[in-house]
């Protein structure tokens, strides 16, 4: 910034409110991929369109004059669809006026579910590697983080006696996700079970992020947290559109929860954004009249992730199992022993290929010389990226 009459002097913050908070590792890996050139299968977004029909389907809303604030909550039809889908699937029956909010996608849900429920003082588990925006939300609460890993010798399972040894008087809030990011593992029924029983002795409330509800493979289902009676009654269930209808640049998401929690969700929601992008509300509200394009993306993209894994078969990279999202794990033991940071921006400059360092999804930096590739990317793409990656 620059203006003729402005001081020279330095302006002063004070300290931060997120101290330790840089650029995410996805915006560096994805600019560094674009000076560099790079097939990026870094950032998870796909590099393909979402459906015309999806697109004609929002022209038509603003063409209908969709173009002013929609309801706080969001529009009723996108909010009965979203009920009526998870009953579907889940068998649980959300109230769409009181108990569903559709938000700027999941990443607002989240802050807001966080800002809502959690006081200063109190401590939320945050189950690790972790989605990065989970500890920063805690953090602008007054929330204390406390990290519990994911068990990366038994395929990033939960650890749940570890989750019940963290539980104190203090504790608020459990913050999952399932299929997840970054390491694609899914909750398996015991992990239901274990839970319930957690929620059962200690009656603490559960933010469940289950953006990749419909990228499951190999046959298993989607074991959200709503199929659950007990655990439905505490918890915030959040997705997002981004994901299911590639449409990721639109954030649309939503948050589903009892109407006490939603209550207090509502009370944030409508000060940090109020209500959500109407055209694209009311786009996604009749496009859900179809079931095929979400239930269609597990099959879309697993076919992605097989091609995938038989090129890197092919490479010096081990793959790590693989059962949802559009992530895959991958150790480079066999190339070399360097910090996973420092390999993965080598990886970029020297062959080309952009992926994400896992280290940054921990708080300390654990570093198991680990790398996420996202594989929600054209064919020629993963072409393209699997042949530089068989050079390293
Ligand atoms: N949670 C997880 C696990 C994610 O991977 C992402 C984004 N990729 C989000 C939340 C944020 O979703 P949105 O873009 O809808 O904010
Ligand atoms: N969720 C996406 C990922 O994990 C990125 C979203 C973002 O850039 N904030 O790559």
């Known amino acids: 910034m620059t203006h003729s009459t402005r001081s020279a002097r330095a302006t002063v913050v004070g300290p931060s409110r997120l101290p330790d908070v840089g650029v995410t590792i996805f915006t560096v890996m994805s ?21 015309p029909r999806l697109q004609q389907l929002v022209t038509r809303a603003m063409a209908d004059g969709d173009n002013q604030y929609a309801p706080m909550a969001g529009i009723a039809p996108l909010r009965h669809a979203i009920a009526a889908k998870i009953e579907r699937l889940h068998g649980c029956r959300y109230d769409a006026d009181q108990e569903i909010t559709i938000t700027a996608g999941a990443t607002q849900a989240i802050l807001t579910a966080v800002l809502a429920l959690v006081r200063p003082g109190d401590e939320v588990i945050v189950l690790e590697p972790a989605y990065d925006s989970y500890v920063p939300s805690v953090l602008l609460a007054g929330g204390n983080p406390v990290c519990v890993p994911l068990d990366h010798d038994r395929g990033y399972r939960v650890d749940w006696e570890r989750v019940a040894a963290a539980i104190t008087p203090r504790t608020r809030l459990l913050i999952l996700n399932s299929p997840h990011n970054p390491t694609g593992s899914i909750f398996a029924a015991e992990d239901i079970r274990a839970l319930e029983q957690i929620v059962g002795a200690h009656g603490i409330f559960l933010l469940a992020d289950e953006v990749y509800e419909h990228i499951v493979f190999d046959g298993e289902p989607h074991r959200s947290v709503a199929s659950s009676a007990e655990l439905a009654a505490r918890a915030l269930v959040v997705s997002s559109f981004g994901k299911t209808f590639h449409s990721t640049g639109w954030k649309i998401g939503y948050c589903c929860a009892p109407a006490a929690l939603t209550t207090e969700f509502r009370k944030v929601h409508q000060f940090n954004v109020f209500a959500v992008n109407h055209p694209m509300q009311s786009g996604i509200a009749r496009y859900l009249d179809d079931p095929a394009p979400y239930l269609g993306l597990a099959a879309f993209y697993q076919a992605k992730r097989d091609r995938f894994l038989t090129g890197l078969s092919r490479t010096r990279f081990q793959a790590l199992p693989c059962q949802g999202t559009y992530f895959v794990l991958a150790n480079y033991h066999a190339i070399s022993s360097e910090p996973d940071a420092q390999f993965a921006r080598r990886l970029l400059i020297e062959h080309g290929v952009a992926s994400i360092p896992l280290s940054p999804f921990y708080q300390r930096g654990f570093d198991n010389r680990v790398i996420r590739f996202c594989f929600g990317k054209r064919d020629q793409t993963l072409t393209a990226g699997l042949d530089r990656l068989a050079r390293a």
Do not use: K
């Open 31 to 51: 600019q560094l991929a674009a000076e560099h050139d790079a097939v990026n299968l870094g950032q998870g977004f796909p590099d393909f369109d979402c459906d």
